[in-house]
């Protein structure tokens, strides 16, 4: 069975001249497809099966494998690949789509998360701070690890003088309720940090990006959803070590 689809390459394995790619597609979730011969200097599979690019795919489908019959090029990201840091970090976005997003089914909102994000990285439209924060909360969201942060668990008070965010179960508790959860991991949350978190959770897709926060704020929502993501996850994907260990080079060399 032969299907067309756009697709963006979240990962890229080579082996000799062959690649094997791991691409996220509006209509079949995360695939992965079989690219022979797409190594080879004057292949015409070259460009189109490079890593983070957006590309209209040919796949053949046979007994549950893709392979590429052909595939041409739509929007490569040229400029990330000349950004060590905005490289490695799209580089983490995408991989964290393939950690979470479906496979074998349909994935549109994925697709245009991942691809309106690297658009404003790119563009320098936003921070990295601010993308990779929102991206990180909202692809969660969309996951399956939604947290709930509407109002206190407890007592349903939408804002009080304290409110915190449960990150192990995804909650949201206000400081008189806390004492049910004094054994749990609590982090306090400012009303700005709150009404972003609210936002990137709640909004529609075309205002996901259109909210200001304080320089302190965007930092504190950055080390949260952060930190939802690895416990959540129960792991800290190597992509993101890469992009940290860039500010810590960065860092050492002052």
């Known amino acids: 069975m032969q299907i067309t689809t756009m697709g963006i390459v979240i990962r890229m394995r080579e082996h000799n ?8 597609t509006g209509e079949y979730g995360v695939i992965t497809a079989y690219a022979r011969g797409a190594k080879k200097l004057r292949g015409r599979l070259l460009s189109a099966t490079e890593l983070l690019c957006y590309s209209r795919f040919v796949l053949f489908k046979n007994k549950g494998q893709y392979q590429v019959d052909q595939a041409e090029s739509e929007q490569n990201f040229f400029g990330l690949r000349s950004d060590i840091e905005k490289l490695s970090l799209a580089s983490y976005l995408a991989q964290l789509c393939a950690q ?24 320098g439209r936003r921070s990295q701070g601010f993308i ?23 007592c349903g008070a939408y804002e009080k ?10 909650d949201l508790m206000c400081g008189d309720c806390l004492g049910a ?15 972003a978190m609210r936002h990137i959770l709640y909004s529609e897709p075309a205002r996901l990006f259109d909210f200001t926060l304080s320089q302190e704020g965007l930092h504190y929502l950055g080390e949260i959803c952060e930190y939802y993501v690895i416990v959540q996850l129960d792991m800290m994907l190597h992509s993101l070590e890469f992009y940290k260990s860039l500010f810590s080079f960065s860092n050492d060399m002052l």
């Open 17 to 24: 001249d062959d690649r094997i790619l791991t691409i996220l």
């Open 181 to 195: 959860a004094e054994n749990m991991v609590r982090l306090r949350l400012s009303p700005g940090v709150l009404a």
């Open 100 to 123: 979470v997003a479906p496979e074998e089914e349909e994935a549109d909102a994925f697709l245009k998360l991942l691809l309106n994000s690297l658009y404003l990285l790119e563009k």
């Open 132 to 154: 990779k924060a929102v991206f990180e909360l909202r692809v969660m969201s969309m996951a399956g690890y939604m947290p709930d942060l509407v109002a206190c668990k407890s």
């Open 161 to 170: 003088g304290e409110m915190y965010f449960l990150p192990l179960s995804g």
